[in-house]
């Protein structure tokens, strides 16, 4: 997040002195400067605040109408996994009853 702004006020800081040019072509490279300096400055500021704001309304707003629903993994893999994570925890469990005893 800290790149984002450091490089826009570099590129804003950079075009300055474009902007408040003088001498000959001072119009063209001061109407270029402000411009660019412009973009860059709306564009960071919706990029970090208006972006996220966005992102936070729509996915409140698909949550409302269409809930994140887990369905079960059809994978053999993961449930032979699960199978034998199972028979572990139980033979653990059997030994500690043992050691009690």
Avoid at 1 to 7: L, R, V
Avoid at 40 to 46: F, K, N, S
Avoid at 47 to 75: N, T, W
Wanted: proline share 5%; net charge negative.
């Amino acid at each position: 997040m800290k790149a984002i702004p450091f490089a826009a006020l570099t590129m804003i800081f950079g075009l300055f002195p474009l902007m408040v040019a003088s001498g000959v072509g001072a119009n063209g490279n001061s109407s270029l400067g402000t411009g660019t300096v412009g973009g860059m400055v709306i564009g960071t500021l919706a990029l970090l605040f208006i972006v996220p704001s966005l992102f936070i309304v729509f996915q409140y707003l698909q949550e409302k109408v269409r809930p994140i629903q887990f369905q079960p993994a059809a994978d053999w893999q993961i449930q032979e996994e699960c199978v034998e994570a199972k028979e572990e925890r139980q033979h653990h469990i059997e030994s500690k009853n043992e050691e009690k005893k």
